[in-house]
């Protein structure tokens, strides 16, 4: 590794991109681990120090390259490691396949077929990403250098045309042109709220107070989502890259990025992407030698879900308690310690660079008419493919869930999908072809953000209940109608879970909804009840059936459910008696067991284990009385 | 020079300066809009939202707090309507919840005028009452008479409370602000140290 130099002009690090380039196209193996949260969590450290052990004993150690990347996406097949360059995907790696790798895919440059991806449904197998249907449908404008960047590394990012963008912006544009170019590019808020960049861009920009502020929201606080933390840790220096331009195109010469400290790599990896950036010259002082000077802090967050709020957000910034603030003047006008701030989310900022160098034609030939570009979800609940995915705005749904997503988890049936996080709304089945992007979104009651996929076995009144409650744990309780109404919420939903509910409840939930929405003083306020809301418009006759028939149809309510194993069914085996924690099981070896209702805790266990689908959950209609004592199992013949 | 801003309240024309709040304006013309957290001399704060009005926008009803929202040139706002009185009698029901029947002051005559039943939640939840809705004048007004505060929230969410630090208990100067602010009767005498539980009782879960 050369010494690093100042770069005190777009020559500079041109030549040293030349540099970084040629030292790299020699065709020297690289074998890429993702070294993400994701994969790190099952087990992709050890991985990566068997690799680094075989080389070792090999003596191979200078003849292939190692690189520790982020985050490919396809979590749900982690550890994922990537040999270049015939580019062979290998996924569920484990250290004991170290050194076959090696010796068939290094030495012999053959394949190792059984670490390949395997189609589900065709049983063939695939060598490229672009072969597995998870990447086929997908678009990633923004995550495809994942695979390739060492996001410690700021030459692995250079090396990809990093910094490009910013010299464009910096010697070839007027920050007044930078503004034209994201408007014409229609680049909008990625947060979820869809509002156009350059329009609060231009807000700062004209405001007269100084100094002006930049800054990145990465406090993602949403249960299953992780798209802004995959992208911080993946590859940092984009959204700094962008930050820096959009500093340039405001007249903000100070940025900070807020990241929540839960996210240990995302803090560790943008605050030495930071470091290096500082040490070549392209953040500081006279960046590159265009008279344009700019700085960048990391600001810890504590984790708290309303501090994604942007004026709550600020108001942790400057060192006070993270509450929202009323806004009506924008914090584009009035931000941090009242000057004008400009927040955007992790990724619009990472948006930016790529606009700037390949133009805002380029940008809107991707996407709808009104949402250009990309979207990057985070794919989560009841859904085959979990993982991190980039698609171009107007993708349906159903395009997103059954081909990238693979569909829905041992072959059950979609009831809903969430997006936006937990105070998203619930998009029912008749919306599966709805073109996702911000309006689209928007028009059913939902915002743009994370999804999490419901089945068959999900009730809408349980699961609007479960947000709800996790909301009512969030809200920061300074304005009375979103502390409050959720308290009620909370307490009236649990209450018809229980099968307590009556129209008394129903009223009170749409009213004290209601009043959330139009009145509180922030967005987690205005948001909170959507669950609620679209629960109660697309699916009002699994409420009525809690109200009326005190039965949950999805049989997941607790209280609602009852346990049954079939007589006809049941092997006894003895494997749910053992299991039940509450010794709830009656029967014996060769006796068909039977639960006592007295002693059952609905815990499930005996559902979970049952090999022969004997366990049976019933909602709203009686329990079979036992079977006659001494019942011996019906056995299928040759079974 | 101030610029002179015109709008409409309820069908009435006012002139109002640039940077003054519905609010303000409002009570220039004459026209009441009630508040619970509102403090002239502090700055608006905009957690009660008991005076949410409503006015037009792209086709459509916006909601906002008349404390805090800036004068707008040529804006129509309604501080009185079906929809708004009801958003204001679901907020008296829902600050019931933790102040208890026992409501009296200010409190008390919003709940008679806007028909708010303010057992509806409250019976719902069952919690004990406290009195306080946490419009924070206390805290705020603490904080600019002594330019520090004898009392200040604890906790997040429901778990919100105001509490007494007894460190900084000495600095209360009897000055009977919070005393005076307070919207509900929960501080009701004045002398120091206000009525509130030490913040070591309420961390430490005793109170």
Aim: with cysteine; proline share 5%; net charge positive.
């Amino acid at each position: 590794m050369e010494a690093v130099k100042l770069l005190s002009s777009p020559k500079e690090i041109e030549n040293l991109r030349q540099r970084i380039r040629a030292k790299r196209n020699t065709g020297k193996p690289v074998i890429s681990v993702c070294v993400s949260t994701g994969c790190v969590a099952l087990g992709a450290s050890r991985v990566l120090d068997a690799f680094k052990a075989e080389l070792e004993k090999r003596e191979q150690k200078d003849k292939v390259e190692i690189k520790q990347t982020g985050c490919l996406g396809f979590c749900e097949q982690a550890p994922i490691v990537t040999i270049y360059p015939d580019e062979i995907c290998y996924f569920k790696v484990r250290p004991d396949d170290v050194p076959e790798i090696l010796s068939k895919s290094i030495d012999k440059k053959q394949v190792v077929k059984r670490l390949l991806y395997k189609d589900p449904v065709t049983g063939r197998r695939a060598q490229r990403l672009k072969e597995i249907p998870f990447y086929k449908y997908q678009l990633r404008t923004l995550l495809e250098c994942n695979s390739k960047i060492d996001p410690k590394k700021i030459e692995d990012y250079i090396a990809l045309d990093g910094y490009d963008g910013l010299v464009k912006a910096l010697f070839k544009m007027t920050p007044q042109q930078v503004i034209d170019e994201v408007k014409d590019a229609n680049l909008r808020g990625r947060g979820g709220g869809g509002f156009p960049t350059w329009l609060k861009w231009e807000t700062s920009r004209k405001a007269t107070e100084e100094p002006k502020y930049v800054i990145a929201n990465c406090s993602e606080g949403d249960p299953g989502s992780f798209m802004d933390r995959s992208l911080m840790e993946a590859n940092p220096h984009s959204i700094l890259e962008g930050l820096i331009i959009g500093g340039y195109a405001i007249g903000s010469h100070e940025g900070y990025i807020y990241v929540k400290d839960e996210y240990g790599l995302a803090v560790e990896n943008i605050s030495k992407a930071i470091r290096q950036a500082e040490e070549y010259g392209l953040l500081g002082e006279n960046i590159l030698g265009s008279g344009f000077s700019f700085k960048v802090t990391v600001h810890k967050g504590a984790g708290a879900f309303v501090s994604g709020e942007s004026s709550a957000l600020m108001t942790a910034i400057e060192g006070n308690i993270g509450e929202p603030r009323p806004k009506y003047i924008h914090t584009a006008v009035k931000g941090i310690r009242g000057r004008p701030s400009c927040l955007n989310n992790v990724k619009t900022w990472a948006n930016v660079p790529l606009i700037i160098l390949k133009g805002s034609d380029w940008f809107r030939s991707i996407g709808t008419k009104c949402s250009s570009g990309t979207a990057i979800f985070s794919l989560a609940g009841k859904i085959n493919n979990t993982g991190l995915v980039e698609v171009p705005m107007g993708t349906t749904l159903r395009d997103v869930i059954y081909k990238v997503g693979g569909g829905i988890r041992g072959g059950k049936r979609f009831k809903a999908v969430q997006i936006g996080g937990p105070s998203g709304g619930f998009i029912p089945e008749q919306y599966l072809d709805l073109q996702v992007d911000f309006d689209e979104v928007a028009n059913v009651g939902s915002m743009m953000g994370g999804a999490v996929v419901m089945d068959e076995d999900t009730c809408m009144v349980d699961a609007a209940g479960y947000f709800v409650d996790f909301l009512l744990d969030e809200s920061c309780g300074k304005c009375i109608p979103c502390r409050e109404g959720l308290r009620v919420l909370s307490k009236t939903l649990n209450t018809i879970c229980e099968g307590e509910g009556t129209r008394e409840d129903m009223q009170i939930i749409e009213d004290v909804a209601e009043t959330m929405r139009d009145a509180s003083l922030c967005a987690l306020g205005t948001n909170a009840a959507n669950p609620v809301l679209t629960s109660l418009k697309y699916f009002r006759d699994e409420w009525e059936q809690h109200l009326k028939e005190k039965r949950c149809p999805a049989k997941a309510c607790k209280a609602l459910t009852k346990y049954y194993i079939d007589p006809k069914k049941c092997q006894a085996c003895l494997i749910c008696l053992r299991e039940c924690p509450a010794e709830a099981i009656q029967g014996e070896k060769d006796q068909v067991h039977w639960i006592d209702q007295e002693r059952c805790t609905k815990c499930g266990v005996c559902y979970e284990v049952c090999s022969f689908d004997s366990v049976k959950k019933l909602s709203g209609e009686p329990v079979p009385s036992p079977p006659p004592k001494g019942m011996r199992p019906i056995r299928k013949r040759g079974g | 020079m101030v610029k002179t801003i015109t709008l409409r309240i309820d069908d009435k024309e006012v002139e109002a300066t640039e940077g003054m709040t519905i609010l303000e304006a409002a009570k220039k013309l004459g026209v009441e809009i009630p508040t619970l957290c509102h403090y002239e001399e502090l700055e608006p704060y905009g957690a009660c939202r008991i005076c949410s009005v409503e006015f037009e926008r792209r086709g459509g009803s916006r909601i906002v707090a008349a404390c805090c929202y800036p004068v707008e040139e040529g804006l129509k706002v309604r501080t009185r309507s079906p929809k708004i009185d009801k958003i204001r009698k679901t907020i008296i029901e829902l600050a019931a919840v933790t102040v208890g029947e026992d409501i009296a002051g200010k409190m008390r005559e919003l709940a008679d005028e806007y028909n708010a039943d303010i057992s509806r939640f409250r019976s719902k939840v069952q919690i004990e009452s406290t009195k306080c809705i946490l419009c924070g004048l206390c805290v705020r007004r603490c904080v600019e008479a002594i330019w520090d505060s004898a009392i200040g929230f604890v906790g997040r969410g429901v778990t919100r409370q105001i509490a007494i630090f007894p460190e900084k208990s000495a600095i209360c100067s009897v000055c009977n602000y919070c005393y005076v602010v307070c919207p509900t009767g929960r501080i009701t005498s004045t002398g120091p140290n206000p009525p509130f539980p030490s913040v070591d009782d309420v961390l430490a879960g005793r109170k």
